[in-house]
């Protein structure tokens, strides 16, 4: 049996932080200091979360098109798993 290298959670754990928003915008990188023309499209997401003691903190990432699908297809089975409960 292979170790698997994601976190596992079970319904005892702790959660510490709450996702109160979630923002997310398509962009396309044209060029950087050191690539004349870069092309590619990528996926800008900025997460806002409220720790245990209510604070809000915005947490904000980059992905690439194939990642952000993989993201995504976790919040739905996130939320299929979710509705059950």
Not at 12 to 33: C, E, R
Not at 53 to 64: A, I, L, P, R
């Amino acid at each position: 049996m292979e170790a698997s290298s994601e976190p596992q959670l079970d319904a005892k754990s702790k959660v510490t932080n709450q996702l109160i928003d979630f923002q997310w915008k398509l962009g396309m990188a044209v060029s950087s200091d050191s690539c004349r023309s870069l092309k590619y499209p990528y996926v800008a997401v900025v997460l806002k979360v409220a720790d245990h003691s209510g604070q809000m903190k915005n947490k904000s990432f980059e992905m690439t098109i194939p990642q952000f699908q993989n993201f995504y297809r976790q919040f739905k089975e996130i939320a299929a798993v979710i509705e059950t409960v």
